[in-house]
């Protein structure tokens, strides 16, 4: 059997091995590193101790006495934090004023009778309110005519659409 990682030669012989070249010298080791040593800590430094603090040059201050209290206001005055009387109320707004404005925006009807009913009240009264009355009165004008035309409207339609035959029963 042959090697097929040898070379043939032509006799057939094993070709010689040439000698392994010598080892190179190993190089020195450096010399040893002397041992280590710490630092020496450092001297304290030598204090002194602080001297006793001295007297205070002053005297103690004297209070007088406090003050008295001043005395309560006199009659008809306010005392300090007080609040002074209510200031009396202006007249007030006409209740059915305001409710005409409001129900001007559901039901017309009751707009237009509270607010006449309001501006009467208010001729008589001198109560404030007089434009609450008033725009509740347009408003409702406004909406029962609008109403109207949309009843009309309607019974039209209903009644074109009942001539015209689309709805028959049989």
């Known amino acids: 059997m042959s090697d097929q990682n040898t070379p043939a030669t032509p006799g057939g012989d ?12 190993a190089p020195e080791q450096p010399a040893a590193a002397p041992a280590y ?3 020496a800590a450092p001297a304290a430094p030598a ?17 007088a006495a406090p003050p008295a209290p001043p005395a309560p206001p006199a009659y008809g005055q306010q005392a300090y934090g007080q609040q002074p009387y209510a200031a009396p109320a202006g ?8 409710v005409s404005l409001v129900s001007a925006f559901f039901i ?9 009913i309001a ?3 208010i001729k008589k009264t001198g109560e404030n309110g007089r434009g609450l009355a008033i725009a509740g009165l347009v ?5 029962l005519v609008v109403g109207i035309i949309l ?5 039209i339609a209903f009644a074109f659409a009942a001539s015209y035959g689309g709805y028959t029963t049989y």
């Open 14 to 25: 094993v070709p010689p091995v040439p000698p392994v070249p010598p080892a190179p010298p």
């Open 37 to 39: 040593e710490p630092p």
């Open 47 to 63: 204090y002194e101790p602080p001297a006793a603090p001295a007297a205070p040059a002053y005297a103690a201050p004297e209070y």
């Open 91 to 98: 007249p007030k707004t006409n209740v059915l004023a305001i």
């Open 108 to 116: 017309s009807l009751v707009a237009i009778i509270t607010g006449h």
């Open 119 to 121: 501006l009467s009240q």
């Open 139 to 143: 408003l409702g004008y406004i909406g």
């Open 151 to 155: 009843v009309v409207f309607w019974i």
